[in-house]
């Protein structure tokens, strides 16, 4: 009986190398011709379904807005891309959007909800309950709410500071029509009956100290002339110890001065 003579070390690493190069060049043969096929018009994108806040917005709109921007088969496409795509749409404030098998994508939109519009009147532009401004058509949107402005990258304190304000003029009556803020950060109201009031400049705290101060005294100041709240023209707060105020009908120019 013979015995068999063992295979040298090195023979066995050659053999397994062979058989690991062998196994690694058909796995990525495969790999490629896998990528080949799933690049192929084998697997088309057959629909697009739309779902969720789509009040501005129709289904086929989107989809006509949506689909030249679209590249790629089911497996392929881009979802990030293809998610952009959907929130450059007006009214679109975000969208979710995945593959539906066999061969759809679904997307899911959130619409934009107006809060107050922004910027002056020629402008285009409103503001949501996040503090970010966006565009959209104007006239689908209520007249009823407020105008906020300032410096954009400053919104949602301006935003912010609407919703401080807002109730304390409640209470007597007086809605907030317009809150701006300047470049130098001085805030300025317009309220519903016409009046201008100068809030000025400085922390929160300190803009609604004042207002709150002018709303508890107002009222007795201008009954001292026999007017009502109806008939503040506009008052200036930016004084430290009190705030000056033009009621309509009252002046206190003398008749003399008036002529010169």
Same mark, same amino acid.
């Given at each position: 009986?013979?015995?068999s003579?063992?295979? /040298? @070390? ?5 053999n397994?190398?062979?058989a690991?190069?062998?196994a690694?060049?058909v ?7 896998a990528?080949?096929?799933?690049r192929?018009? @084998?697997? /088309?994108?057959?629909?697009i379904?739309?779902?969720g #806040?789509i009040?501005?917005?129709n289904?086929v709109?989107? &989809?006509?807005n949506?689909t030249p921007?679209l590249s790629?088969?089911?497996f392929?496409?881009?979802l990030?891309?293809a998610r952009?795509a959907?929130?450059?749409? /007006?009214w679109?404030r975000?969208?979710?959007?995945r593959?539906?098998f066999?061969? *759809? ?6 619409? =934009?909800?107006? +809060?107050?519009?922004?910027?002056d ?7 949501n309950? @996040? ?10 949107? #209520?007249?009823?709410?407020p &105008?906020?402005?300032g ?5 949602? =304190?301006v935003?912010?500071m609407?919703r ?6 409640? /209470?007597y009556?007086l809605?907030?029509?317009d809150?701006s !803020? ?18 000025? &400049?400085?922390?929160?705290d ?6 709150q101060?002018? !709303?508890?005294?107002?009222?007795p +100041?201008a ?6 709240l109806?008939?503040?023209e506009?008052?200036? !707060? ?15 120019v003398?008749? #003399?001065?008036?002529? *010169?």
């Amino acid at each position: 009986m013979t015995d068999s003579i063992p295979v /040298p @070390f090195d023979v066995k690493l050659m053999n397994a190398t062979a058989a690991l190069v062998f196994a690694s060049f058909v796995l990525v043969l495969l790999a490629a011709g896998a990528w080949w096929v799933l690049r192929q018009p @084998f697997f /088309p994108i057959a629909g697009i379904k739309v779902d969720g #806040d789509i009040t501005h917005n129709n289904a086929v709109t989107l &989809r006509a807005n949506v689909t030249p921007q679209l590249s790629g088969n089911f497996f392929t496409i881009d979802l990030t891309r293809a998610r952009t795509a959907f929130e450059s749409v /007006p009214w679109v404030r975000k969208a979710v959007v995945r593959r539906e098998f066999p061969n *759809k994508l679904r997307a899911t939109l959130t619409e =934009q909800v107006p +809060v107050a519009h922004w910027g002056d009147d020629a402008d285009s532009k409103l503001i949501n309950g @996040f503090g970010e401004v966006f565009e959209a058509n104007v006239a689908e949107v #209520d007249d009823d709410l407020p &105008r906020l402005d300032g410096p954009i990258e400053q919104a949602g =304190q301006v935003l912010g500071m609407y919703r401080v304000l807002q109730p304390l003029f409640q /209470p007597y009556d007086l809605t907030i029509d317009d809150l701006s !803020l300047s470049s130098r950060g001085s805030w300025r109201v317009v309220l519903e009956t016409g009046a201008v009031i100068e809030l000025g &400049r400085g922390s929160g705290d300190e803009v609604v100290a004042r207002t709150q101060r002018f !709303l508890r005294t107002v009222t007795p +100041v201008a009954s001292r002339y026999g007017r009502t709240l109806a008939a503040v023209e506009g008052a200036d !707060l930016r004084h430290n110890d009190g705030y000056a105020l033009r009621l309509h009908g009252v002046t206190t120019v003398a008749p #003399d001065a008036k002529k *010169k």
